[in-house]
């Protein structure tokens, strides 16, 4: 086979960083044409919303209380492992919700929007564009950002805080399902130690501004993963992928830089 | 907006690229107002493109594209959108919007255009439909049509809000005989009778031949030839006269570019 010659390689490197430069600008005219400006779709800008609350929120209701019941639970078991050994067991509630709180909640609750609702936009927009119907919108003279765009961000923007918040809930109940009525731990210190360490502001706020960065970032990768691709039924293959791979990443990234600007001591 | 003009579309020294490939270079062309207009090529030379230019989807990268006397590259977004209004265009899949009913499909630029009453919208959207045969079918999902009559209901929405330019982007691809000569009948009827500009792309050379009125024939990123149907049958130039008369060997090739055939099945021995 033959070696790629050195300036070669040192081209495609340079033409790689200019492709993600491009692309990273493309998304972000994206999203200001989307979100900034005249709207254009009348009275119907609330009745699209609503849609896209329904199929992007709602119906991301089953994973997510589904699986916030079943990471409470297994938080309070390895909790209540590690804790009984020094006979703090009564701790588990403050640490389940602490968890949920600050990190878990928003996290897991980005990681399953993005691969239930993320990957579910993308395909859908992707397939919109190949079969012409952003094309035949431009063509009647409705902005595809604005009709189609901007109502499933602002679907995402909003139901993903809500999700992460209806995780953490039922994850603190899950946790006190395991805790208290399976391991006998006393019902009113499981509530009693949350109520007292957990504050507003340094936890449930902070968990709050967490979901919000996450539901951006993940919905924005997701639509314009949609709108940018390549309109080829392998092209809409592999934008879904990118979603769910770049917006699980970001996640994972931006959580450690919130974590460290918010509870990091510098 | 100069409306007035005798033409409708004007496209001045356009010259469109694609990555390194050229897909037109400095074409001239003009689209007489009130006409039905004919572009005609081989498969990939670029007419779909074309629309796409004249519909400001795509922007050329040299050269003016002139609708209704407003140059289309200079204009702002909400611009363009607003001057869209006035453009209709049948897409070759007929790109219906698949989660409403052929109802909601041909009514939907009328809902986000205009605030008519739902009675007004009802009639105008039947009358749509019943001019292209399926006003029994405007309770059906698009996944329930075939191709030819999805096609149809994109024609009805096309015309939906009475546009002064129809662009139809190989309207005769996949209907049948009955079909086909409904539509070609109403493509003349529609541009005659709402005194439409009509921009037909397509390949299809007895049926566009039949109802234009003046036609151009692209190719190598030119256009080859132009003028009324008859003019073109009787045209000296070769790659014109092949592509009219359907001939297989001549100047335009049939097989795409490739190494020498004895060698590619017998080797080098």
Known sequence: MRRTPFIERVRLFGRAGLDIVEALGRSGLFLLHALVGRNGTGSSALQLLFKQLYSVGVLSLAIIIVSGIFIGMVLALQGYNILVDFASEEAVGQMVALTLLRELGPVVTALLFAGRAGSALTAEIGNMKSTEQLSSLEMIGVDPLKYIIAPRLWAGFISMPLLSAIFTVVGIWGGAMVAVDWLGVYEGSYWGNMQRSVEFQGDVLNGIIKSMVFAVVVTWIAVFQGYDCEPTSEGISRATTRTVVYASLAVLGLDFILTALMFGDF | MSSDNAYAVELKGVTFKRGLRTIFDNVDLVVPRGKVTGIMGPSGCGKTTLLRLIGAQLRPTSGAVVVNGQNLPSLSRSELFDMRKQMGVLFQSGALFTDLNVFENV????????????????????????????????????????????????????????????????????????????????????????????????????????IADYLYVVGDAQVLGQGTPAELMESDNPRIRQFMKGIADGPVPFHYPASDYRRDLLGDA
């Open chain 2, 107 to 210: 009514a939907f630029p009328l809902r986000v255009h205009t605030s008519l009453p739902e009675e007004m919208i009802r009639d105008i959207v039947l009358m749509k439909l019943q001019a292209v045969g399926l006003r029994g079918a405007c309770e059906l999902m698009p996944d329930e049509l075939s191709g030819g009559m999805k096609r149809r209901v994109a024609l009805a929405r096309a015309i939906a809000l009475d546009p002064q330019i129809l662009m139809y982007d190989e309207p005769f691809v996949g209907q049948d005989p009955i079909a086909m000569g409904v539509l070609v009948r109403l493509i003349r009827l529609l541009n005659d009778a709402l005194g439409l500009t009509s921009i037909v792309v397509s390949h299809d050379l007895a049926e566009t031949a039949s």
